[in-house]
């Protein structure tokens, strides 16, 4: 199968919100501000637990990845909604627009996968703490880690390639601020039912697996908390644990609301504000609330702040 439409428009416009063209530079001063932020913070995330010997444990290891996916997921959509909001052109080629399908699915399913193994590792790490070190050995850890990676582009490729032979029959106009496959689904004409199973299906094993995985490790991890008897120990895994499980609230919530639908039932904004959130608001939030919440990050976040000032001076 050819991974693009012979037939397809040379370029598609996304209307975004141009029935509020007021919401246009407020929207594009959020993210001005909001994109430097997102990169800078998981920058950070990722050279506090690459520097800090005390933070060379399985759980940075896959807090740096997640670091590096959200870098990775916001980069695929923010500059060029930036460059749309502050244009009068607002367009993306055919081609930049099944790029876009390809990276932003990719990174999408893959941070599903990759918030399950963090819960499975905090599992491990909190219920069977004397086999911690052996089950989240170096190599199981990157057996991991590349196993998600490969499954998300997996499912990008094979959905956005599938998405990219729908018949368009003329229409190059998407409501949305980019290409996605729910909205090109429902953009397309003719037979697209099977299109609408097939994704539904395959977001079950995506989204709802995961999550079943999560919500099962969870239940074991607040029975054995609760079961402790230092105080310390429980505050210690509830930070840790609390931060992860906002992290996974912010995500598959949109997540789920978004994919877990039929593509026609889905309503003219939902997709826009769905795509911001866990596109743009997740990735920026996640190194604050991971900061904020874990007292080993925040002490080697200020090591490293004392460190770059004291070598200044």
């Keep these: 199968m050819a991974l693009i439409n012979k037939s397809h428009p040379e370029e598609f416009i996304l209307l975004g919100f141009a029935d509020r063209p007021w919401l246009e530079l ?20 990722i050279l506090v637990s690459k520097l800090d010997p005390h933070l060379h444990s399985p759980m940075y290891f896959f807090l740096t990845n ?11 959509i923010v500059p060029q909604m930036l460059f749309n909001l502050g244009s009068a052109k607002k367009t993306i080629s055919y081609m930049g627009c099944a790029i876009q399908l390809y990276f932003f699915h990719t990174m999408g399913a893959t941070e599903c996968l990759l918030l399950a193994i963090m819960s499975f590792d905090r599992y491990v790490a909190i219920c069977k703490p004397l086999h911690y070190t052996l089950v989240m050995n170096q190599n199981i850890r990157i057996l991991l880690v590349s196993t998600v990676w490969l499954c998300g582009m997996i499912y990008a490729v094979s959905e956005a390639t599938v998405t990219l032979q729908l018949p368009l029959c003329g229409l190059n106009t998407l409501d949305h601020l980019l290409c996605e496959i729910p909205v090109l689904i429902k953009n397309a004409c003719g037979e697209k039912g099977t299109n609408e199973l097939t994704l539904s299906v395959v977001c079950i094993f995506m989204l709802a697996v995961p999550l079943c995985l999560i919500i ?52 003219r ?22 900061t904020l919440r874990n007292k080993d990050v925040k002490g080697a976040l200020g090591k490293l702040v004392r460190s770059i000032f004291t070598s200044k001076w």
């Design 66 to 76: 997640l670091s590096f996916l959200d870098m990775c997921y916001t980069t695929s």
């Design 216 to 267: 099962a490790s969870y239940i074991c991890i607040g029975h054995a908390v609760f079961k402790m008897k230092s105080s310390e120990g429980r505050k210690k895994s509830f930070g840790t644990c609390s931060s992860h499980l906002i992290v996974i609230f912010l995500f598959y919530g949109p997540g789920i609301s978004m994919y877990l639908q039929p593509p026609s039932s889905i309503s």
């Design 269 to 290: 904004d939902q997709p826009k504000f769905m795509a911001l959130f866990y596109g743009v608001v997740t990735p920026t939030l996640n190194p604050f609330i991971y």
């Design 26 to 45: 407020p929207l594009f001063i959020i993210l001005l501000i909001t994109y430097p932020t997102a990169m800078m913070g998981n920058i950070a995330i």
